[in-house]
């Protein structure tokens, strides 16, 4: 676990986007549980507050789930959701492309091209 | 939401100085940080809370049961230590365990030892004959907080714990707050004072800003950081600015400054650069912003 | 008030000093009559080398005893008060330990009674001692030091009401001077009227010391305590 101590993105945010990132990879699975609040603000000499906020936002949006005493553990993700997930991502991912394309001054077909290029050296 | 202490009304009347109404609650299972420039009034309030000054009026609530600070159970279950002449000058390291083991039902001499080595306080082998009045500043400080974590309480209250510690030594302090914390996970809870929170920064849960006796902010870090935003700009722009600022300070080239969240939009068009306040940042925009208040 | 423990005498001087009741006397009383017989040493001594027995010939008499005697007594006397104001190192912590004030008044109460210890043990051995050894203070000067310090144990709890500090302490060292000066001047003028004077003195003494402790405790928790 990687965080910006000076970055402009709260500490709360970077926790919980790479844990986000986790579960939708499928690194951390259905089950598995979350390092404790205390443990992890200890490991990354942070505030406890910070950890919790960090894990109630992924509670809020279903990945996680607060067991008493046990601590956090991951929600089973359905495949639909994983999915949707990654379009969401796609789609943002293709926004950014198009609008550096349109920077550099590129047409359509050239922006086509080039994904054929980089999608062929992937499957490679 | 537990509160270790609930604070009521209290207040202390000096010559020149009065402390109070102050009214809060300290929040169970964090660490809290009591921020202030000197003279605000911090040791006052902890001395109080820990019964070593009488108050005027007013009512605290410990542990959400016990009232009175000069019971020895609650005695027990608060540790408490100032910065400063703490202990008697001419008492040696073992004089200090003698009266700490005496003074307090739970204190532990093995880990008070192991502590003292971790502090690297220089302790001949077994003879402890030192008197304290020899220990540099930062050493006196550093075995006053020997004693007091070498005991099993419930509550840390500690004056000034950082002010006489080099770097180092704060960053094992701190480790040793977290420590504390983790060992009854939501049971136990610290309150320190400071009027630099650059260095325990990260173990600050929550925070109590006070100026000239009173309690001027307080809050959770996250909803403190969510509350204001740190606000840079160009000196041209910074007239525009000023109506929206809580507090600032600039010069020739550009302007620097704590202002409310909610005017972040009017912010950035004045060619601003908004980004997340560290709690030293926050902590000196409403400092100075008490300060100025009290100018007028 | 609850309390989980309540402190002997012992144990309440033992968190402000370190050292026990007993070990307090016995330490004190050892320094005193060791303290008295070096000095004499070094008079001896003093004169041996100027080859004159100025000291302990022709104006040798039970003065130079006397007045030793009471020194040490003094000397133990004085450093005995402290008062452990807030600000003074130490506290601080005295005043947050259990037992708060009910601790402090233990311990003042158990220096009382070694200061009294002290100076019975002292004089009493002097006593006892001044008929087989040499350079001794007189047996009925040992009596009249004896109730002196008593009386001056009372005093000097008077004196720490004073509030300006210099003046305390200046107190604190002069007023057993004076009273040291006066008895040896006593005793060498009025022998036989002694008697009498001793006996005065220790009615005074015995009324005194128990007054003056209340009241000086009285006055330090009203005014030092808490404040």
Redesign the interface.
Known sequence: MKIYQNS???I?QQIAAQFREQILTGKLKAGDTLPSI??L??DL??????TM?AYEELSSEGLVTASKGKGYYVNAQNEQMLKEQHMRQLEKNLSDAIYSARIAGMGLEEVEQTLETLWNIDEI | MNHVIEIKGLTKNYKDFTLGEISAEIPCGFSTALIGANGAGKTTLIDILCGVTAKSTGETIYFEEMTDIGESRLRNRIGYCSSMNFFPADCTLKEVEISMELGFDNFDKEKFSKLCQRFKLEVPTGKKRKKLSKFSDGNKMRTYLAAVLARDTELLVLDEPASSLDPLARDILCDMFREYLSERDGERSIIFSTHNIADMENVTDYAIFMANGKIIERGFIEELKQKYILVHGDAENFQKAKPFMMSFSGNRTSFEGIALAEHAGMLKRFDTAIELPTLQQLSIGILRKAENNAEV | MQKCKTFTLSQAMQIYTGKSLVRTVIFYTVKGIIGYFFVILVLLLLDVISGNFYVYGEFFNESVSNILLGVELSVMLFMFQRTYEKEDSGGKFFRSVTGGFSTYQKMKTGILFSEILIIALVSGIFFAASAIFPFMPGTGACLTICVIHLFDVGVMNFISIIPKREIKYFLWMIFPVLLDAGSVVLIAIAEEKIGLFQMITAIFAIILIPLSQKIMLNHYQKNYWNT
């Open positions: 402009n993105e709260p709360y205390r443990g603000a200890q000499k942070i505030s406890v507050i910070t906020k």
